[in-house]
């Protein structure tokens, strides 16, 4: 199995799922279907660290682009439109 990051797992758990998501619910997802082992007792915190990272309209000092995700108002997370 290739080696992917944080936010390549989200990215497909998104796909998959065809609709936004709770942090909750995409990291549960990413354990679920094995697609990323996390060294940390709070994976969720990771989830949305990586997530925001690349989330447009989120601009922090860990910013980073490509933008691949949106926030939308109900505070889940989709993937960015293209």
């Known amino acids: 199995m290739e ?15 065809k609709q936004p998501m709770a942090i909750s619910d995409i990291t549960q997802a990413i ?27 989120v601009n922090r000092k860990s910013s980073i682009e490509p933008k691949y995700f949106k926030k939308l108002p109900d505070g889940k997370y989709g993937l960015k439109n293209k």
């Open 31 to 57: 354990l679920d279907k094995n697609l990323y082992t996390f060294n940390a007792k709070e994976p969720t915190a990771i989830v949305r660290g990586a997530i925001e990272r690349r989330c447009e309209g």
């Open 3 to 17: 080696k992917r990051t944080v936010a390549q797992a989200v990215i497909e758990v998104l796909q998959a799922a």
